[in-house]
């Protein structure tokens, strides 16, 4: 049914219950995971200063960081993953690599790190949901 798992993260406890969702639901499909951070440089602008690269810098270290710990529990349950680190909006981003992958199913938490309403949807996930042309499942 699925061959190819799309989860983005931001760590984010509704991130983290997303990768747990999409390594269960691999292992039941014998599918592979592609794990996606997305470094959003809209907040900051082009890199042209050096205090806009280093916190741009910082923020794809973080990244890598999280992704290597999804591979890490991927590899250790014999799931086949693979990620990446990409710049601009979390939503475009999503529904770009999504395609990029061919990825039969998005996985994605509720909301992210940016988001203070309880129990609401958070803006990309709510965009993700409204414009992907595949099934999206949020955690």
Do not use: F
């Amino acid at each position: 049914m699925y061959e190819t798992i799309l989860v983005p993260t931001d760590g984010s406890d509704p991130a983290n219950r997303a990768v747990e969702h999409a390594l269960a639901v691999a292992d039941r499909y014998d599918a592979s995971v592609h794990a996606l951070y997305c470094v959003e440089t809209h907040r900051y602008g082009e890199p042209a200063l050096s205090t806009t690269a280093i916190v741009l810098d910082q923020l794809e270290e973080q990244g890598q960081a999280m992704l290597e710990e999804i591979r890490d529990r991927a590899a250790n349950a014999g799931i086949e993953c693979t990620s990446e680190v990409c710049h601009g909006r979390p939503w475009e981003a999503t529904l770009e690599v999504g395609d990029k992958v061919e990825a039969d199913l998005i996985i994605i938490g509720y909301q992210g790190q940016s988001h203070t309403r309880t129990r609401k949807i958070g803006s990309a996930a709510e965009r993700i949901v409204r414009s992907a042309d595949r099934p999206v499942l949020t955690a």
